[in-house]
């Protein structure tokens, strides 16, 4: 892990509309918006949809991707409500036991440990957000990547992803390992603000 400064944001004001960019205005404009804080993520402006914007750091990684400590990385996200009661709190947990010093294998003990003792909520049917960011840097090899949505489904659901022709990719982000969760996605052709963007 580089030092905590290299993953923290000086600007709230940068945050706060680099986590918005994560999804057109008519939604993130209405949501709450997180900011990353030396102990966690807290509220930095309260929102009225139901939706929640954040900027991912690269702990949110696979456990194994060479980025897991990138501290260059910033992940724009914006979670539907379903998204924000299921998912979020799997944000909060892994940033919860990074910023306690642990290391990427002690992550993973415990969160296998609170899924087992059901600390964490189930995953809710709906569950989806948005990856439409302009500015993500998603790590050093993909950078900008492409505008996507993410859809979160049990790991016993197949929608043809990776397959020839097949608009959707199975994001490795969880894939199971160990939280319960597929992470379908699906390329948005737009980026937030409404330019075209390219191709994969």
Same mark, same amino acid.
């Given at each position: 892990? /580089?030092?905590? %400064?290299?993953?923290?944001?000086?600007?709230? /004001?940068e945050?706060?509309?680099?986590?918005?960019?994560?999804?057109?205005?008519?939604?993130? @404009?209405?949501? %709450?918006?997180? !900011?990353?804080?030396?102990?966690?993520? !807290? %509220?930095?402006?309260? $929102?009225?949809? $139901?939706?929640?914007?954040a !900027?991912?750091?690269a702990?949110?990684?696979? #456990?194994?991707?060479? &980025?897991?400590?990138?501290?260059?990385?910033? $992940?724009?996200?914006?979670?539907?409500?379903? /998204?924000?009661?299921?998912?979020?709190?799997?944000?909060?947990?892994r940033?919860?036991?990074v910023? /306690? $010093? &642990?290391?990427?294998?002690?992550?993973? +003990?415990?969160?296998?440990?609170?899924? +087992? +003792?059901?600390?964490?909520?189930?995953?809710?049917?709906?569950?989806?957000?948005?990856?439409?960011?302009? &500015?993500?840097?998603?790590?050093?090899?993909?950078g900008?990547?492409?505008?996507?949505?993410?859809?979160? %489904?049990?790991?016993? !659901? @197949?929608?043809?992803? @990776?397959q020839?022709?097949?608009?959707?990719m199975?994001?490795?982000?969880?894939?199971?390992?160990?939280?319960?969760?597929?992470? #379908?996605?699906i390329?948005?052709?737009?980026?937030?603000?409404?330019?075209?963007?390219?191709?994969?």
């Amino acid at each position: 892990m /580089a030092s905590l %400064t290299e993953y923290l944001m000086a600007d709230r /004001a940068e945050e706060i509309a680099l986590a918005r960019s994560a999804a057109p205005a008519a939604i993130s @404009d209405a949501a %709450t918006v997180l !900011v990353l804080e030396a102990h966690g993520y !807290v %509220t930095a402006v309260e $929102g009225k949809n $139901g939706f929640v914007c954040a !900027v991912e750091r690269a702990w949110m990684s696979p #456990f194994d991707a060479p &980025q897991f400590w990138n501290p260059k990385l910033r $992940g724009p996200i914006c979670f539907n409500p379903a /998204a924000a009661r299921s998912i979020l709190p799997m944000t909060y947990k892994r940033t919860a036991l990074v910023l /306690a $010093g &642990q290391s990427r294998e002690a992550i993973k +003990a415990d969160i296998e440990a609170a899924l +087992a +003792a059901r600390q964490l909520p189930p995953l809710e049917s709906g569950a989806m957000s948005y990856m439409m960011s302009k &500015q993500a840097f998603l790590d050093d090899r993909a950078g900008h990547w492409i505008p996507h949505l993410m859809f979160y %489904t049990a790991t016993n !659901v @197949d929608w043809g992803a @990776d397959q020839a022709g097949s608009p959707i990719m199975l994001n490795p982000q969880f894939h199971g390992s160990p939280e319960p969760v597929n992470v #379908f996605m699906i390329p948005a052709g737009k980026w937030s603000d409404g330019t075209v963007a390219p191709s994969r």
